[in-house]
């Protein structure tokens, strides 16, 4: 073996040494307008200007700002002294329980959530839709939406419909990729109606249900309204007879009278 390759050799092993060797930090973040905390690990040196992680406290730090301070409360360059340390002092302050904390999950060093088992995964999930319905209750409003929790849909026609189509798509792409549920699903509802008495519709219903002819398509309109389908068929002659002020006259009149045109 050469000098040259021994020299190499302990490059090598000396970058791997402070690699594996660096210092560890358990850090507190606590916001300094809204007093929440996060405990969380990290190995970098500017662990201050390191805002942190975590799905909660990130959020939080987009709403509110990055308006923080850092405390480091342990360090080691063992990362089993770190994950038995912050399993600690997760147990000591019950940041996964109090409110007090943005943490999800107790800190163990890992950054993972591969250690949770079927219960704590429901009670977590359970913990942050509490999270998220309180927060919508302080704002009044809903963060998805932009609309006030209170609001009334029939005043917001356009957002109703919009949010209704969204809808839709969603459960149209749902089905296409989960084709089996999406049987199951029509089976469930299939039970569920099988026995239901279904009342005739009024006349009254029926005439509220009812598009307007001027908001059908044309294809729609012409086979309901035959004046409609006169003026759309002389169009239609007199673009292909190229007699442009017939087709202007035309053109206006199914452009006032059609608002889908």
């Not at 190499?8 to 300094?32: A, R």
């Not at 970098?44 to 909660?56: A, C, I, L, P």
Request: proline share 4%; charged share 35%; hydrophobic share 30%.
């Amino acid at each position: 073996m050469t000098l040259t390759t021994l020299k190499c050799l302990d490059i090598s092993f000396i970058s791997w040494y402070n690699i594996n060797m660096s210092m560890i930090k358990l850090y507190v973040k606590t916001h300094n307008k809204t007093g929440l905390k996060y405990l969380g690990k990290t190995v970098r040196e500017d662990h201050d200007t390191y805002v942190g992680s975590g799905q909660r406290w990130i959020n939080h730090l987009k709403k509110h700002g990055k308006d923080i301070s850092t405390e480091i409360v342990f360090q080691s360059t063992d990362p089993k002294e770190i994950k038995k340390k912050g399993i600690e002092l997760s147990e000591k302050w019950d940041i996964v329980k109090s409110n007090e904390w943005a943490n999800l999950k107790p800190e163990e060093g890992d950054g993972g959530f591969g250690w949770m088992d079927e219960d704590y995964r429901k009670k977590n999930a359970k913990r942050a839709s509490d999270i998220r319905v309180e927060q919508m209750k302080r704002d009044d409003s809903n963060p998805f939406s932009g609309k006030k929790m209170g609001m009334n849909y029939a005043l917001y026609p356009e957002f109703q419909l919009e949010m209704s189509k969204k809808g839709t798509e969603a459960l149209k792409t749902w089905a296409i990729e989960n084709p089996e549920k999406e049987l199951e699903r029509r089976r469930k509802i299939g039970e569920a109606t099988k026995n239901r008495v279904r009342k005739p519709w009024t006349k009254e219903q029926r005439e509220a249900r009812k598009t307007p002819l001027a908001d059908l398509k044309p294809s729609t309109r012409m086979k309901k309204d035959p004046e409609f389908k006169k003026d759309y068929t002389d169009l239609q002659n007199a673009y292909y007879n190229q007699n442009e002020p017939e087709r202007i006259r035309l053109y206006k009149k199914l452009k006032a009278s059609h608002n889908n045109w």
